[in-house]
């Protein structure tokens, strides 16, 4: 268990430009979530995966945001035309998640993230 | 919609004394209540949780909180602080609707100052 993975840590780009982000979530964990953080404030929740299935979206998720998870492994958050109010720390976390594991012991395991600064 | 409000951004104490962090919820169904610990540089950990059965949660690191209906709280609270308690504590309560117990709502967090 080398625990959640984010790529970059940190990523300094200028307004206007896309970037994208990785998360690479605990091996056999099937749930991944993404959450904004900015400064003086807790998460925000912006979407989840199980498996390879985007199962919901929060209405931050605006069109400019794109989250992938192609093969149910790895994911992606892309954002697109980048705006200086997208600046903050991007969160991955990751779960493992049955029908034979009760809901209420679905937890989360959080990367260290991805710190986006929008010039 | 459920939500959460941590009072007070920093709390400091001395080393050995009590750590009482407070949070407040709002839901409009049962809460699921969460506290969890930022360290500098480290991805956020969960210290412990609240799922309807006993009101009063141990967690790790000598944490605990209790689940008051009547006060809507779930403060945290430590009765020796140490140094390594120096971090960042956040309150949550998992969202309604959907099926996934990891859609959290948090506060806004609480910083943690320990001094000798």
């Known amino acids: 268990d080398t625990g959640v993975s984010q790529d970059p840590r940190h990523k300094i780009t200028k307004r206007g430009q896309n970037v994208t982000f990785r998360c690479d979530p605990i091996s056999e964990h099937n749930r991944l979530y993404w959450y904004r953080q900015t400064l003086g404030q807790g998460p925000e929740f912006l979407t989840y995966f199980q498996n390879e299935a985007q199962l919901e979206k929060s209405r931050l998720l605006s069109d400019r945001f794109s989250a992938e998870r192609p093969k149910g492994s790895f994911s992606t958050l892309e954002i697109q035309r980048t705006e200086q109010g997208d600046s903050a720390m991007y969160l991955c976390a990751s779960s493992l998640w049955g029908l034979q594991i009760p809901a209420t012991n679905e937890k989360l395991f959080f990367g260290s993230g991805t710190q986006l600064s929008v010039l | ?116």
Not at chain 2, 49 to 62: C, D, E, P, R
């Open chain 2, 1 to 116: 919609a459920q939500s959460v409000t941590q009072l007070g951004s920093h709390v400091s104490v001395s080393e050995g004394a009590l750590v009482l962090l407070r949070c407040n919820y709002s839901s409009s169904v049962p809460p699921y209540l969460f506290w969890y610990v930022q360290y500098p540089n480290q991805g956020l950990q969960l210290l412990l949780k609240y799922t309807s059965a006993a009101t009063l949660v141990k967690g790790i690191n000598g944490f605990e909180a209790e689940f008051k209906k009547s006060e809507t709280s779930f403060h945290l609270t430590k009765p020796s602080a140490h140094m390594s308690d120096a971090a960042e504590y956040f309150c949550a309560v998992r969202a309604a609707g959907g099926t996934s117990y990891g859609k959290l709502t948090f506060g806004q967090g609480t910083i943690l100052t320990v001094h000798p």
